[in-house]
């Protein structure tokens, strides 16, 4: 039997009451810990970089679905298909590569949300394609597989699936805003629209809506301009002046209107005359005699009316008819009584060329119209918007004084009065917001109503003196297009016109 020395038996009791290597204890346990802790952030990791997979999933699926809610009729269709067919991600973890199609995604529209982030916004679900506004994007929940979670569970001797299930949601809408056009509106028959061909030319009767009786088509209003970004030539002003100046001066400037909602004012206000109309006809009267000076106030570069002034060029306040020209006519329907405040298109062409061109005996005689015709642009034959922009550049080369249209008539088609005419044919043009009264009633002053389309409209003739109090005025104009309506972004020609998509949650 071999025996310990005294020497090994030294060293076995010391190493028994040596406390320096307890470190090692300490240390070993650490080490359990951080090896814990980076599985832990590894898996974290996974997690995260999944859920961000699907977060732009669903990002770029409600975009593209938003895209498409332009309130006509097939929106909803051609957003399912925009969401399915449009986008395409890769997809690190969790699946198969790849993140596409309906499988990966529920879409649900709504027509509103809930003023709380927090709250379900399922309240306003909507099946209907023209109220959808808004798409909620819900992902298709991904489980994942957290392998060092699972190791350590297991070393722990915890029992049960080891498993994160991700998903991602994504809320987008779609709104049309126009920016810089006229603060006007005026209620349109329902089903009419700018849009369609037949409506291309067709005179309008336009007449201030007042406050209490229900509006129909052809009554007119104006937009809010309370929250307007003012340009310098109308800066300063407010209530009626400040639409006067929004409308009297070329190239002004106000805030953008939503297409589905705009607040309204009604179109007799006090204050308001119809001279702000026509300071583009050469007539500074009453309130606008001011700015008879003021280069903001232009004059269109046509203004054959047949009017003319008393006494001097700006005696407008007691006007007289030319006795030799006349204006752009109504449509036929007016006088028969065909039509209401919405005409067919169908005017007196003949008439009017033979009244201001030729030698007055009722019949367009072979040549009275051939300086015209060629200058008639194709897209605005058989309008009288067309014959307005032909007679402007008939007058570019027709080397009358002072570069009349009007030749031994009364008036000369150009301004007298005012030394400051704009060069674009434009400011005849005003844009206005189109709205179904019969679907929305407005009896006045309203809020958040939904606009139809933005159209163009020519103004054919000034605007006469109003009556009653506040007083009511009567606009003719003539419908040159649609300037703008949902889903067709920066469309208009006057104004701004812009396709607003967007992430509200």
Known sequence: MKRRGPFANRRLARFCHEEAGSILVLWIASLVAILGMTALVFDIGRVQIAHGDLQRFADDVALAAAAELDGRSDSITRATNAASKLISNPQAYGGDGTLSGATD???????????????????????????????????????????????????????????????????????????????????????????????????????????????????????????????????????????????????????????????????????????????????????????????????????????????NACGWNNVSASTNSIGLPHDNCFATGGCTRFGTGSWDYANYVDSNYGNRNGILEAGEDSHLVSHIPAAFAGTRYGVYLAEIAYAQTAGLPSGAILSDRDETGIAQCSSNVSTNPARRVVIAAAIDCTKHPINGAATNVPVDEFVELFMTEPVGTGVGSPPSFDLWVEVIGSAGVAGLGAAGTGGVFRDVIQLYR
């Open 105 to 311: 995604y529920t879409l649900t529209f709504l027509d509103g949300l809930p003023a709380a982030d927090t709250t379900d916004p399922s309240g306003y679900t909507t099946t209907d394609p023209i109220d959808a506004t808004l798409v909620q994007v819900v992902t298709t929940p991904v489980t994942l597989d957290p392998m060092f979670l699972r190791a350590t569970r297991t070393l722990a001797g915890v029992t049960g699936p080891a498993q994160a299930t991700v998903f991602a949601e994504s809320i987008a809408g779609f709104s049309m805003e126009a920016c810089d056009i006229t603060p006007l509106m005026f209620c349109k028959p329902t089903g009419w629209s700018a849009t369609q061909a037949s409506s291309i030319g067709d005179g309008i009767l336009l007449r201030s809506g007042g406050q209490g009786a229900a509006w129909g088509p052809g009554d007119f209003g104006f937009l809010d301009v309370s929250s307007s970004a003012i340009g310098s030539s109308c800066f300063g002003l407010n209530g009626a002046k400040l639409i006067g100046c929004l409308i009297g001066a070329e190239d002004n400037v106000t805030g953008c209107y939503a297409q589905r909602g705009v607040t309204i004012e009604p179109g007799q206000k006090v204050g308001l005359e119809n001279a702000v109309f026509n300071t583009r006809f050469d007539q500074f009267r009453g309130v606008m005699s001011q700015f008879k000076s003021n280069a903001n106030y232009t004059v269109a570069p046509n203004i054959i009316s047949g009017l003319v002034p008393q006494g």
